[in-house]
């Protein structure tokens, strides 16, 4: 039955990309001329210049790079970045989170004196293209000027026309590739307290959202949380038939959190979430739920299978988000339906991230 479920939320992906018009997602930075040659430390960033989150699912590169989309949101002014090699660009650059790895169609990297590099969305239209070339009049990075050494070029600002050379400039100021520096703020696997959803979590039923909430009676548990998949470390041998909802929550320590450009939670779900740090909403409609308040016994828009992360850049200045010290996440995870379900379970991180576009 899932997988019914999971043919038409794909056909309604597809039919959102078709009738979407020019996409808001820009290339945003290209590093494609390492100081160190041997290493693969070559990236592409991607900016959402939307007013809304666009979901990445189904879209790949065609030129430059071979890599194909998992599903991906995008926040509105949110960043993603495909690597080479993440797992390296982490070791280098302390950027963790990049999505890939991806390939140069048999080359060792991206063409050093320049290319095009072209995305596709998922109906195999161009949603972004960028023919860019070694020196002037594009910035001139890598071998040709010592000074741009294993610099990465980047938009002057995410809203100019990047077919032209003079809306790019060398990146930052240091020596390295990317200004992108990611924090682990609330790692997965982290034990939560939890409430099963037989009904409300709290009265008046925005309570248990607040940080000075007492959910000292509730259960503590490690996620993954739910049933009906090997990898669950905290079981609900209960939920189906008899309750659709799982509230949590999780107390993680910040200091100076103005010291961060944005938020990006990665979730583990199926079927849906919603997601509340100190009492304010940041994950609502898009992570597969009806916008506003959904009661104890609602459900998820639809029924989804998916066992990665999903990236959520999160809405909202980490230094008005955040407190310097102690801080509450709150989620309220829902299931499709009461009964029937196949599985059900949630996991998520928190990352900070400093940097980016101009960083």
């Given at each position: ?164 050379a003079g809306s790019w400039r060398t990146a930052g100021s240091g020596t390295g590739g990317t200004p ?180």
């Amino acid at each position: 039955m899932k997988n019914i479920y999971c043919s038409i939320v794909s056909l309604c992906v597809l039919l959102v990309s078709l009738c979407s018009g020019s996409a808001a997602i820009v290339i945003n930075e290209i590093h494609y001329n390492p100081d160190v040659k041997t290493e693969p430390a070559e990236f592409i960033e991607l900016y959402n210049t939307g007013p809304g989150a666009v979901n990445l699912a189904g879209w790949f590169f065609s030129d430059g790079i071979n890599y194909t989309f998992p599903a991906t949101n995008v926040a509105a002014g949110g960043y993603v970045v495909v690597a080479q090699n993440p797992a390296f660009l982490q070791t280098k650059f302390s950027v963790a989170g990049a999505l890939g790895p991806f390939n140069t169609n048999g080359s060792s990297g991206l063409a050093s004196r320049g290319e095009k590099i072209t995305l596709r969305n998922a109906a195999n239209q161009i949603q972004d293209e960028v023919e860019f070339a070694l020196g002037f009049p594009w910035p001139t990075v890598g071998d040709a000027l010592t000074a741009g050494s294993g610099k990465s070029i980047e938009l002057i600002n995410p809203s100019l026309d990047n077919d032209l050379a003079g809306s790019w400039r060398t990146a930052g100021s240091g020596t390295g590739g990317t200004p992108l520096q990611n924090t682990t703020l609330l790692p997965a696997l982290s034990s939560w307290n939890y409430r099963k959803g037989t009904s409300e979590a709290s009265s008046p039923v925005t309570a248990w959202r607040q940080p000075v909430f007492d959910d000292s009676s509730w259960t503590p548990g490690t996620l993954p949380i739910g049933y009906g998949e090997t990898f669950i470390a905290t079981p609900l041998a209960d939920m189906n038939g008899l309750y659709t909802s799982v509230f949590l929550r999780k107390q993680f320590n910040v200091t100076d959190p103005t010291q961060y450009a944005r938020l990006i939670l990665e979730a583990q779900y199926d079927d849906g979430f919603k997601c509340w740090i100190n009492g304010t909403l940041v994950v609502d409609g898009a992570a597969n739920m009806t916008a506003g308040e959904v009661a104890f016994n609602g459900t998820a828009v639809s029924a989804i299978e998916n066992l990665n992360f999903v990236t959520f850049n999160l809405a909202g200045l980490p230094g008005v988000l955040l407190s310097n010290g102690v801080n509450t996440i709150a989620i309220q995870a829902h299931n499709s339906a009461v009964s029937g379900s196949s599985d059900f379970f949630f996991d998520a991180r928190l990352i900070g991230q400093t940097g980016g576009s101009g960083g």
